[in-house]
């Protein structure tokens, strides 16, 4: 059984005929909406200072309602880039140093960014590459294969973005 197309398709079915086409014609605005009092959100910098993210761990509870600028850098950092440097020879990268988009246009384009060397890295990986153990780089994945890895970060992927499609929804119908 060839298992790489199988687990590539779960994440690219869904990104090319439901998440991305969702994406398009972000606003800015509704990219920083902040849909609840003390939302978590992609924050500008002042002068000279970088963008920024919210972000605490552990995370308070509850769990603060996070923006669409927020879940897109979740998925383009913590679920995507760190694993295409971990894994797929990609640039270092983590919360603390990443080049945070300003606007919906950046962050799309470094969502295609990642998700290109994602689903190009899993390919490369081939039969063999799934059946090896994930090490030391993925914690609690450690022991784990990297079919298993590849799988959890689809789900990642699908459901972070499925929360944003949502936000838009509630833009789209006024809720401000």
């Given at each position: 059984?060839?298992?790489?197309?199988?687990?590539?398709?779960?994440?690219?079915?869904?990104?090319?005929?439901q998440l991305r086409p969702r994406l398009d014609g972000l606003s800015d605005?509704?990219?920083?909406?902040?849909?609840?009092?003390?939302?978590?959100?992609?924050?500008?910098?002042?002068?000279?200072?970088?963008?920024?993210?919210?972000?605490?761990y552990p995370p308070p509870s509850p769990d603060p309602v996070t923006t669409?600028?927020?879940?897109?850098?979740?998925?383009?950092?913590?679920?995507?880039?760190?694993?295409?440097?971990?894994?797929?020879?990609?640039?270092?990268?983590?919360?603390?140093?990443?080049?945070?988009?300003?606007?919906?246009?950046?962050?799309?384009t470094q969502l295609d960014e990642q998700y290109a060397a994602w689903v190009?890295?899993?390919?490369?990986?081939?039969?063999?590459?799934?059946?090896?153990?994930?090490?030391?780089?993925?914690?609690?994945?450690?022991?784990?294969?990297?079919?298993?890895?590849?799988?959890?970060?689809?789900?990642?992927?699908?459901?972070?973005?499925?929360?944003?499609?949502?936000?838009?929804?509630?833009?789209?119908?006024?809720?401000?």
């Amino acid at each position: 059984m060839d298992t790489n197309p199988i687990l590539r398709e779960q994440l690219t079915w869904h990104w090319e005929s439901q998440l991305r086409p969702r994406l398009d014609g972000l606003s800015d605005a509704e990219h920083l909406w902040e849909p609840a009092p003390g939302s978590w959100n992609v924050r500008p910098g002042g002068p000279g200072d970088p963008v920024g993210i919210d972000f605490a761990y552990p995370p308070p509870s509850p769990d603060p309602v996070t923006t669409i600028a927020w879940r897109l850098a979740h998925v383009v950092v913590g679920v995507l880039a760190v694993r295409n440097a971990a894994h797929f020879g990609g640039p270092p990268a983590s919360y603390e140093t990443w080049a945070y988009a300003a606007t919906a246009d950046e962050a799309l384009t470094q969502l295609d960014e990642q998700y290109a060397a994602w689903v190009a890295g899993v390919a490369a990986l081939g039969e063999e590459g799934l059946a090896r153990r994930v090490g030391e780089a993925e914690g609690p994945f450690a022991d784990e294969l990297m079919a298993t890895l590849v799988a959890h970060i689809h789900r990642e992927v699908i459901h972070h973005l499925a929360e944003v499609c949502l936000l838009r929804d509630l833009w789209a119908n006024g809720v401000r």
